[in-house]
């Protein structure tokens, strides 16, 4: 019978780890992504936010109405 409980895939407690094997991809990912997360909008972004916003706030249609 083969053991399928790969090395690393269980957790403390004994129980297995939902990521598995995976764990130092998980890892990677979260780190690529909180990296992410932490840069700054760019400024033609918050111009294009800023324009909604006043089409918005002036009641501004789009003609689907």
């Given at each position: 019978?083969?053991?399928?409980?790969?090395k690393g895939?269980?957790s403390?407690?004994?129980?297995?780890?939902?990521?598995?094997?995976?764990?130092?991809?998980?890892s990677?990912?979260?780190?690529?992504?909180?990296?992410?997360?932490?840069?700054?909008i760019?400024?033609h972004?918050?111009?294009?936010?800023?324009?909604?916003?006043?089409?918005?706030?002036?009641?501004g249609?789009?003609g689907?109405?």
């Amino acid at each position: 019978m083969i053991d399928r409980v790969e090395k690393g895939a269980v957790s403390r407690g004994g129980r297995k780890s939902e990521l598995g094997s995976n764990d130092a991809i998980a890892s990677q990912l979260k780190q690529y992504f909180t990296s992410v997360e932490e840069e700054p909008i760019p400024d033609h972004l918050l111009g294009l936010l800023e324009k909604l916003d006043q089409a918005e706030r002036s009641g501004g249609s789009n003609g689907s109405n």
